[in-house]
C-alpha cells in the first residue's frame, strides 16, 4: 500500500512498453521461465495423476488417466485423523517456536544491541545447528529419549512416567522434535524485524503511561508483527507436510503420521500414487487457505 | 493515578544532577528550579544536553548523581510511565501503527480517561489536524507530524510538559500561531512548560523564564529581559542577540562606575551592572543601542565613544541597517539603525565615530577567548 503511492506517480503509461518495461520483462523471464517448468509443470502432472483410477486391464500400481474426483472424497474420509493431526502438530509446534524464539529473537535484536559481537555470536549459534544434517540431529534426539537413556529411566524413577510408558513415539516427542527443527526458522525473521524495531516509540509508550507489559502489548508486539507472520508461515507451512521428525524411523510411531508419512507410504510403499497426488494437492489447498485467512486476519497484506 | 486530569501544574526542580555517558559527561552539576505554571525555555546550541535534561525529567535516562523532585515529591527513582510529565520528542515518535487519532488517544487509554476519541478529536482540532484524524503518521508531512505529536502529549494535560523543539518543523506563520495556542493553553489550564529551543526569539517571545545551557550547565537564568539588557557571560552576550565586546583593564573607579582603557579609549560602565570590579575585563553593548556619526562626539561620564572607524559592509534587513565597522585596534563593531529614510545616512568606507549610553553597558565575568588585542 505505502509503495502503491510512490509507484502511481511514476509508473510507465499503461500498454506502451517503455525501455524499462522491456528492461523488466527480461529480467523476470528467467524466473517466469523457471516457475513454469519446475513449478507449474509438476503441479499440473500432480493433480492430473490424483484424479486417475486403476487401469481395469492392468496390474497391480497401474492407472489410466480420468476425472475421478472421487479420489478427494476417498483420501478425506480415509486419512482424517492424519490430516487433523498434521494441522494440529504444526499449530502446536509452531505457537512452541514462537514463544521460544521471541524472547530469544528480542534478547538478539534489542536487548544486546550495544554488543554487536554478542549480536553476531548469538547469531549464528542459532543457525550452526545447519552445520550439521538434520536428519543426524533429529536421530540424535531420537538416542537422548531412547527407551535406554537415563533420561527416560529418571522420568520411571520419579514417576513422570508409567512404568510401561516411553517418549519415542508419543505426539510429544513428535511436536518436540518439530520445534526444535524450525526454531531457527521462527527466530530470523523475528530478529529481523525486532533489529529494526526504533527504541523511540517504547519510549513514547513509557511516556504516555504505558507500564512495560502494556508497552509490549501495544508497540513492541504490533510493530514485529511482520517478523511474527513471516516466522510463522515459514514454519508452519513446512511443518504441515514434514514426514521426517513423525516417522516410525526418527521420533514417531504408527500413531503420530501425518500427511506426509502417508503420502510417502502411498507412493513409496502401496503405490497408490493417485490417494498420494490427492493428498498432496489437499495439503496444499489447505495451507493455501489457511495461510490467506491468516495474513487476511493479521493485517499484513503487504508482506505477501 | 486512574483519571484525574490535574487542575494545575507542578513545580520542577533538579539539584546537583550529573549525566555522564560513556567516556562523556552530558550534564555537570545542573541545579534548575521550574516554579509551577511557568513556562520555562531551555535555550542554548546544539548538544549542550538540553535534549538529555528533559530525558532525565521524563524518567527515560536516569542521572548518574543528582536528584529530581516534581510538585516537591522525589521522583529520581519513579518510572517513567508513572511520572505526571508528558514529552513532545525532538524526533516526534509517532506510533506508526496507529491512526493520528489513535496517536492522540494513546496516552487518555493508558489512564482510563473517559471518552478519550473526543477528548483526542478536541486536541487535534486545537493543532488545526482535525481533518487528518484517521490517516497514519507516515503519511502526514514533517510539520504535521510534529503537530500530532503536539497534540498527543497535550490532550494529557500534565503536571509537567516538555517539549523539546516542538516548533522546529513548522514554517514561519504556523510557529507564531501554535506559539499563541501554545501560551494560551499554558496560561489557561496553568500547566508547567518546559520547552526547550534553538530559537532565541521564541524563547524570548514565550517563556517567563529563559535559562540559557552551554556545555551541560546554565550559564545564566532569568526573565527574557533582563537576561538580554544584563547578560553576565560572554557565551549568553553573544548567544542570546548580538553583542559589541571590549576588554581592557580597569584603569579607574568612581562611586558608581568602572573605567577600562582599550587602546587609547575610555569605556565605561555602571558599577552594578559589572560583574567583575578589578583587572581584565570585558565591557559589552548592543548594536542597536549604539549610534554613529561623522563628527566625534565629546565623550562624557554619560557617554562612551570610540573610533574613528571605517564602515566595511551594510547589510539591509528592511525595518533596520546592519553597520559593521571597522575600528583599528579594537576590532570590528555591529552597529544596528533603523531605516529613517529610504537611503543609508552613510556609504560603506565613510569614517564614523561610535558612541553609546554608559548605563547600556554591561561587564563580563570571562573573557572572550580571543582577546581583542589591546
Ligand atoms: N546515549 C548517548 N551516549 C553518548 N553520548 C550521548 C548520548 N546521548 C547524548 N549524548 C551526548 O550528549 C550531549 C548532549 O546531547 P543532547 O541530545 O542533550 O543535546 P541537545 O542539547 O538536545 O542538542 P540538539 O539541540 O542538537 O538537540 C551531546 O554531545 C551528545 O553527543
Ligand atoms: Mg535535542
Redesign the interface.
Known sequence: MAFAAFGSANAPAAGKPTRSGKVVIALLAPGLAYLGAFFLTPLFALIMVSLEVPDPNGGYAEYVPAFEIGNYFYVISEYLPHILRSFGYALAATVLALVISYPLAYFIGVKARPWPLLQKLMLTLVIAPFFISFLLRTLAWKQIFSNESWIVSSLHDIGLLAPTQYVVGTPFMVIFGLTYNFIPFMTLPLYTSLERLDLRYLEAGSDLYASPSKVFRKVTLPLSMPGIISGTLLTFIPIAGDYINASGDFLGSSSTSMIGNVIESNYLQINDYPSASALSVLLMGVILVLVSVYVKKSGTEDLL | ?AKEFVARGADLELKQIRKEFPGFTAIDNLDLHVPAGEFFALLGPSGCGKTTTLRLV???ESPTKGKIFIGGKDITAT???ERP???V?Q?Y?????MTVLENVA??LR??KVADPLAKAKDALNLVQLSHLADRKP?QLSGGQQQRVALA?ALV?RPSLLLLDEPLGALDLKLRREMQTELKAIQMEVGLTFLHVTHDQEEAMDMADTVAVMNLGRIEQMGAPETLYDRPKTVFVSKFLGQSNLLVGDVTSTSANSISIDVAGNKISVPKNRAEKHKGKIAIGFRPEKATFSSKKPTATSAKNVIGPGEVLDIRFTGVSNQYLIEVPQLGNITVFAQNMTHFAPIEVGAKVWISWDVENSFGLSDLPAKNVKA
Open positions: 493515578m521524563a524518567g527515560l518510572k517513567p510511565h510529565v508528558n514529552t520528542f524526533s515518535a509517532l506510533f506508526p501503527h494513546f496516552g493508558q489512564r507516515q498527543r494529557n
